[in-house]
């Protein structure tokens, strides 16, 4: 077992590439370890003089793919099972007086693990495993043989993980083949690790240019596919095509002709190719239907094949011939350089069909068959290949670079009548803007993710994404789909109200046999006046494919704004129900956003910040000038409804708590991730809220001024007196709102429960205190109504500046009337995004209670208005006024 680290501050990554070099170099002089002892062969023999072409071609020759390591020492160092890759980089070469030995005076050999570190949680509760990179470096030197192929260096490595650590006394020995070929393709051998750690195995694919490919070129079967017209070889272009994941269909009978190559997925792991269009490969073969994301490091299973041939620019095809490759030790326990060519007379060809269909929608085809068993002659291909198809990943990134455009799709007609059929049925919807109909509509708008309503307690998930639209091929790399759609299907759309539409639907059905998501293709029609798609697809199973799935589904409208998301639909079987490949049909609820809705919403919440700035920064204003005003008008401050002021500061108050708390659970949430932006975020956070944290003292000023000046009064027991009526009064109210809050807040989260994707957060006590506070605040002016009402010397002072109750009220109102704007305009997208006249501080987030809030507040400013009128009162005139 490593040590664990002790150290977790580990953000100096670029310290670990330098300082294992700068602290080698001077250790490097006072231990050599010794040759004698380590690297008997090949014997050390003094340099010679090497030119600079010669030197580059050495180095050139000892630079390898970046590799797999394994075995006991492989887990000394790193956390056991978890695969890391080696690097070797050649740093200085030369000849030597001995013709057959080179000179390797200087390379690095890095490993890449990862090591696992306990984390306690911030606030001392919760604790977790953190699992991080690291990387341990080897300085070498020695000698290579090119009769014997064995490249055999000692040196010390240096571990900067936590208190440097130093590891002396190594021998890496390596086999390194002078000419790889297709038999001996491979570089390997293993680090001796001395007292520190135990052996460790490397083996990579030779890289480089000095492959020697076999003579006699391979072939390819007679019968030719269609493949796409791309124009001529381009290495980068084969390579990025090839290095993908591949589902093999093999033969139905139990007679394979290829019986030891019987997993269902292949990965093109390697490849390599030389300017004249010769290509190898190295390709390995796993047992799950959902391999490991592509990486470009050497990966190691059970089977593989290693190819070479070239690229047939008549047919477009490569043609390989390629050897089966075993792993003769399973290499999690030790030996992973027991890597063996063994049978060879395994014929290969890849393709990139131009045609797409229903069935068949792969961006690059292979096929695979057992030359062996061929008959004589060039078309050798035996009755039972293996033929294979590129697949797309279950999660889609938007990355998707493979350029699609010179590929076609071909609908079936039998599947568009079908579908048809169905789309005459169900029809139902009125014209309004839909996909595909508006100005600047993307095909991105025909992407959605869905969840079907069951009510198990598993969510079943999926992604839908549209293939073809009328006759634009929209898969693949972004920009060549946007064009094709914005110049065929967008033109298509407009001319006949139906169109031919394709789609790959992504679907957890945790009810079929396979285990993970299964990919429905489906293809059918689409009206762009109704919003309605309406498709029959197939869904791929072990052993066969049912064609009878019936995909339908309602798109929203642009202008129909739903929280619920994006359309309806449904999938269903069309088979018996007494039929084993019949499955219960689901309805599934679309969600996402249309590309416009999008920026839009980024547009409205820019907008909102600074509306939310604007409106904290008036009531700020509003307060200082009520200040003013008391300080100015002595009687005021005594006709001040000091509920009122308390209020206020409440509902200051119990936002930016609030705020706070949100802040603080999101701080501990975000601590792993983002503990290196977070306090950047945290100061944004900070400066928007600065002017409620400003206004909020303010009010505190007012409220002491307030009861400053009644204190000091002469009357302040009748003032009081007065207040205490005021309270009798509002106290009830206050009650009868917090009950009412309680009910409604109650309901809103059961309703939210249900649906959780949409619902805003699942009612707490803080957002019912949120809530409650916003109707308090809303009707701030209702302590002073009732106070000017009762008592006679608050009328007789005007208590209240009209900036400030006027100010005050237009702020609170603003963002009802907002709302009810906005949800006409809007659709709430799966996460909330509003700033300003944020939800939660509404009550029933419906327009009828804005517009209720609204009413309510102005009333009161209008009453109090007509309290406050100049001469307005009758006793004011009696006792002759202040
Ligand atoms: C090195 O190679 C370049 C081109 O490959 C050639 O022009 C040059 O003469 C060579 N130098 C020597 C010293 O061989
Ligand atoms: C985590 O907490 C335990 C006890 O609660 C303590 O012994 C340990 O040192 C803490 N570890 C770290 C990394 O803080
Ligand atoms: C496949 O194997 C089964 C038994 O294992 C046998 O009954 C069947 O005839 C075989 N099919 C073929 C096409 O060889
Ligand atoms: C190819 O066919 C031969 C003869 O039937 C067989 O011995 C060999 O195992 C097959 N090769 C593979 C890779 O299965
Ligand atoms: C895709 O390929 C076509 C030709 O095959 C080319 O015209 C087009 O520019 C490419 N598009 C992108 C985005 O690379
Ligand atoms: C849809 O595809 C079918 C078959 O390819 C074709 O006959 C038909 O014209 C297409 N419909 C439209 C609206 O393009
Ligand atoms: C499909 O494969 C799974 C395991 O991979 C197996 O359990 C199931 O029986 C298979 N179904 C059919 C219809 O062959
Ligand atoms: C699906 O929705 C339809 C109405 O749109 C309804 O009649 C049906 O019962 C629903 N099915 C399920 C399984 O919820």
Redesign the pocket.
């Known amino acids: 077992m490593a040590p664990p680290p002790s150290n977790p501050h580990r953000h100096t990554q670029q310290l670990c590439f330098v300082l294992p070099i700068l602290l080698l170099s001077s250790v490097a002089a006072e231990s050599t370890p010794s040759f004698s002892s380590h690297c008997p062969s090949p014997a050390p023999s003094p340099d010679l003089h090497t030119d600079a072409n010669d030197t580059n071609a050495l180095l050139e020759h000892f630079h390898f793919s970046p590799g797999f390591f394994s075995g006991s020492g492989a887990s000394n160092l790193f956390m056991p099972g978890i695969s890391g890759y080696f690097s070797f980089l050649p740093h200085a070469v030369s000849r030597t007086a001995d013709p057959a030995v080179i000179h390797l005076s200087s390379a690095t050999l890095t490993l890449f693990g990862k090591r696992a570190e306990e984390h306690n949680g911030t606030l001392g509760f919760g604790s977790y495993e953190r699992i991080y990179d690291v990387a341990v470096s080897f300085r070498l030197d020695g000698y290579y043989s090119t009769t014997t192929f064995e490249l055999c260096m000692v040196g010390t490595g240096t571990d900067t993980d936590g208190p440097v650590k130093r590891y002396a006394d190594l021998a890496l020995r390596l086999r390194v083949p002078s000419k790889p070929s297709l038999v001996d393709p491979f570089v390997a051998g293993h680090l001796e690790g001395g007292v520190d750690f135990e052996t460790v195995y490397l083996v990579t694919y030779a890289d480089g240019d000095v492959y020697k490919y076999s003579e006699g070129r391979a072939t390819c079967p007679a019968e030719a596919a269609t493949t796409s017209a ?1 124009g001529g070889f381009s290495c980068a272009a084969l390579r990025s095509r090839l290095l993908s994941e591949y589902r093999l269909r093999h033969a139905q009978s139990n007679s394979s002709s290829l019986p030891r190559l019987h997993e269902p997925a292949m990965i093109v792991n390697q490849v390599h190719c030389a300017a004249n269009g010769a290509v190898r490969l190295y390709a390995v073969f796993s047992n799950d239907v959902m391999p490991w994301a592509r990486t470009n490091r050497f990966a190691v299973e059970n089977q593989a094949v290693v190819a070479e041939g070239f690229w047939d620019a008549e047919t477009r095809r490569l043609c390989l011939r390629a050897c089966r490759v075993e792993l003769a030790v399973s290499y999690w326990s030790s030996a992973a350089e027991k890597l063996e060519v063994r049978e060879c007379g395994i014929g290969m060809s890849f393709w990139f069909p131009a045609v797409w269909t229903v069935r068949d929608r792969s961006a690059t085809a292979a096929m695979l068959w057992n030359g062996s068993q061929a008959a004589s002659g060039d078309a050798g291909v035996t009755s039972d290949p293996i033929t294979a198809s590129a697949f797309q990943y279950i999660i889609r990134t938007t990355t998707t670079t493979t ?1 699609l ?2 590929v076609k799709y071909s609908y079936t007609q039998t599947f568009l009548d079908t579908a048809t059929r169905h789309y005459l049925n169900a029809n139902k919807k009125t014209k309004a803007s839909f996909p595909g109909a508006y100005k600047f509509s993307s095909y991105r708008d025909f992407e959605f993710r869905f969840f079907a309503d069951n009510d198990e307690m598993v969510r079943e998930r999926g992604q839908a994404y549209p293939v073809s639209i009328g006759s634009a091929m929209v898969d693949g ?1 972004e ?2 789909a946007e ?1 094709a759609f914005s110049r065929h299907a967008a033109a298509e759309m407009k001319q006949s109200r139906l169109v031919n539409i394709s789609y790959g639907i992504l679907f957890q059905f945790t009810a079929f046999d396979r285990p993970d998501c299964s990919e429905i293709k489906a293809e059918g029609v689409y009206d762009t006046e109704t919003g309605f798609l309406s498709m029959l697809g197939c869904r791929e199973l072990n052993v066969s494919t049912d064609c009878k799935v019936l995909i339908t589904v309602q798109l929203t409208s642009l202008e129909e704004s739903q929280p619920s998301g994006h359309g309806k639909g449904r999938i269903s079987s069309l088979r018996d129900k007494t039929d084993v490949l019949y499955f219960e049909s689901r309805n599934i609820t679309l969600y996402g956003m249309y590309s416009e809705q999008v920026s839009e919403s980024i547009w409205r919440m820019d907008l909102e910040r600074i509306i939310t700035l604007a409106s904290s920064t008036l009531s700020c204003a509003f307060i200082v000038l009520q200040i003013l005003h008391i300080k100015r008008n002595r009687d005021a401050a005594l006709a001040t409804s000091i509920t009122m002021l308390a209020v206020l500061a409440l509902g200051c108050a119990i936002p930016l708590a609030l705020d706070l708390h949100t802040l603080l659970a999101n701080r501990d949430k975000q601590f792993v991730e983002l503990s290196g932006s977070a306090g950047l975020l945290d100061l944004q956070e900070l400066v928007q809220r600065a002017p409620a944290l400003i206004a909020f003292v303010l009010q505190l000023r007012l409220l002491q001024l307030a009861w400053a000046g009644r204190l000091s009064s002469s009357h302040h027991h009748r003032s009081l007196g007065s207040e205490r009526r005021v309270l009798q009064v509002c106290l009830p109210l206050y009650l009868i709102g917090a009950a009412v809050t309680g009910v409604i807040h109650d309901g809103n989260s059961r309703s939210a429960r249900k649906d959780p994707l949409f619902g805003e957060d699942p009612g707490t006590l803080w957002g019912a205190l949120a809530s409650y506070a916003g109707l308090a605040t809303d009707g701030f002016l209702l302590p002073q109504v009732v106070l000017n009402a009762i008592s006679s010397e608050s009328s007789s002072a005007r208590a209240l500046s009209p900036w400030f109750y006027v100010g005050g009220t237009v702020i609170r109102v603003t963002p009802h009337v907002y709302d009810v704007f906005r949800a006409r305009r809007y659709v709430q997208s799966a996460r909330p995004s509003y700033v300003y006249a944020n939800p939660r501080d509404g009550l029933f987030g419906s327009a009828a209670w804005d517009v209720v809030v609204t009413c309510g507040a102005t009333a009161l400013a209008f009453l109090l208005f007509w309290q406050q009128r100049p001469g307005g009162d009758v006793r004011r005139t009696k006792t002759g006024g202040y």
């Open positions: 791309r350029n455009s010179d790399d920009l060549a064009y």
